[in-house]
């Protein structure tokens, strides 16, 4: 059997913690849940439109990313929200967030929102367009 020098030796262990920091991602985007959505009046076709959401994020590893929206049709809208979670530390307490979401110009009628939480379950809120 073949000796390995101090120097490879070395090597070998400065390299195996690095090569495994690669294959681990940093963050990743992850599909949270909302706890409420407020929706404002008064809009109508010609006005962009939005909405405020809130909810907490459960560590101090989560961040806000972005909303994306997906119309089912022109009166029916599902929203997801995305958050990034870096791996490491954390701070371990409940972190609250509030988020305008921009839904843009909709055609006048009654819009039904659909805020998805990655679970199957859903938040359903109206928007009326005058």
């Not at 409420?36 to 010609?46: E, I, L, Q, R, T």
């Not at 959401?53 to 997906?70: A, D, H, L, M, T």
């Amino acid at each position: 059997m073949k000796r390995l020098s101090k120097w490879t030796a070395a090597l070998l262990l400065v390299a195996a913690p690095l090569a495994q920091a690669q294959l681990a991602p940093d963050e990743k985007e992850v599909q949270i849940g909302i706890s409420g959505a407020f929706v404002p009046g008064g809009f109508d076709s010609n006005s962009d439109s939005y909405v405020v959401i809130n909810g907490v994020f459960p560590n101090g590893c989560y961040r806000w990313s972005r909303s994306e929206q997906k119309d089912v049709d022109a009166f029916h809208h599902d929203i997801k929200s995305i958050a990034i979670v870096k791996q490491g530390m954390c701070l371990m307490v409940l972190m609250p967030f509030q988020k305008d979401i921009r839904l843009g110009k909709l055609p006048a009628g009654t819009h039904a929102l659909r805020f998805l939480n990655g679970d199957g379950t859903y938040l359903e809120k109206t928007l009326v367009i005058q």
